[in-house]
């Protein structure tokens, strides 16, 4: 079955950057996704990158695939308090058109002042 | 406008009661989710409908039962509820464009269950 793994905390200091990271175990995943959640909200869908891509930039966010390793990243220049959230990995399981997703278990990013 | 609304925000009820959740979206979207969200913020899928049909059903209990009466609304039913049931339960959309392609999910607010 599909496995995505991540580390569960990360601290980084005001205007830093952050990098998290993300293994997954389906090598047929052609779409890979991260989600961020700020306390007491719902996710919302931050950034993807499709499966022949090595890399994507979107303003401070930089996701990085590797896919020969199975490892995502997500790099975010000159983090902001407001970037404290949990930010999740995922990608869509196995089983039909209708995916749902396999989420990683979330990685915590704190930020010092 | 929200997209997908999740009724009641918050659920507190006993043990052994049956209660549900209601979601609705007005996206458009032909597909809608399921997922609870434990304590430690782990995040897993439950159910998903497409075009009125179950698609997934992970190994949920059957005391959950998603009812879908029409493609904007996937309303989730729990019966005889657990201390174990606790949790923050999200509605997801997405429009299905076929197994593999970008699959956007658009998230509810999400209901905290709390069961005593």
């Known amino acids: 079955g599909e496995d995505v793994e991540q580390s569960l905390f990360l601290s980084v200091r005001e205007g830093d950057s952050s990098v998290i990271n993300c293994t997954y175990t389906?090598?047929?995943?052609?779409?890979l996704y991260w989600y961020k959640q700020e306390p007491g909200a719902g996710l919302q869908l931050l950034t993807y990158i499709f499966s022949n891509m090595d890399m994507k930039q979107d303003q401070r966010l930089t996701v990085l695939l590797n896919k020969k390793d199975k490892h995502l990243s997500l790099r975010i220049a000159d983090t902001q308090t407001g970037d404290s959230a949990i930010y999740f990995c995922?990608?869509?399981?196995?089983?039909?058109?209708?995916?749902?997703?396999?989420f990683g278990k979330g990685t915590h990013l704190i930020i010092q002042p | 406008d929200t997209a997908v609304s999740q009724t009641p925000k918050y659920l507190v009820t006993q043990m052994g009661n049956d209660k549900s959740i209601k979601c609705e979206q007005n996206l458009g979207h032909d597909t809608m989710y399921w997922y609870k969200q434990d304590s430690k913020k782990f995040l897993k899928i439950m159910f998903s409908y497409n075009n009125k049909e179950l698609i997934i059903n992970e190994t949920v209990p059957n005391r959950f039962s998603p009812k879908s009466p029409d493609k904007a609304h996937l309303n989730l039913h729990i019966n005889s509820l657990e201390l174990g049931d606790s949790a923050v339960y999200f509605c997801?959309?997405?429009?299905?464009?076929?197994?593999?392609?970008?699959?956007?999910?658009?998230f509810g607010p999400g209901t905290r269950l709390t069961v005593l």
């Open positions: 997801a959309s997405s429009q299905d464009r076929g197994h593999g392609s970008y699959n956007e999910q658009f």
């Open positions: 389906d090598s047929s995943s052609t779409y």
């Open positions: 995922a990608e869509a399981s196995s089983g039909g058109g209708a995916d749902g997703l396999t």
